[in-house]
């Protein structure tokens, strides 16, 4: 697994189920690479996640879209995996 690969599987969150399948495979993912983790352990990722949210405005303005006004469950595992290396 690797962050190309995930970033891939947040574009087809839609469902809560589809998130907590993701969350399933991001753990995965830190128990298989924890190295490749930015942020492996709880205090760091809640602080990179965070971080983020905050700041997640500036991610769609490079993007040239909008941010969204009632964030989706892909906007959720954005989150996520943005945490992992931010």
């Known amino acids: ?23 399933v ?23 990179a996640m965070s971080r983020w949210t905050k700041t997640m405005e500036s991610y769609y303005h490079w993007r040239d879209e909008e941010m969204p006004k009632n964030p989706s469950w892909k906007t959720f595992a954005m989150i996520l995996i943005a945490a992992t290396y931010e």
């Not at 690969?5 to 947040?10: D, I, S």
């Not at 495979?25 to 602080?47: A, C, F, I, K, S």
């Open 25 to 47: 495979v991001l753990r995965q993912y830190l128990h298989d690479d924890p190295g490749d983790w930015e942020n492996p352990t709880l205090d760091r990722y809640l602080d």
């Open 1 to 23: 697994m690797d962050i190309p690969t995930l970033n891939k599987m947040v574009q087809l969150v839609e469902t809560h189920q589809d998130l907590a399948e993701f969350m």
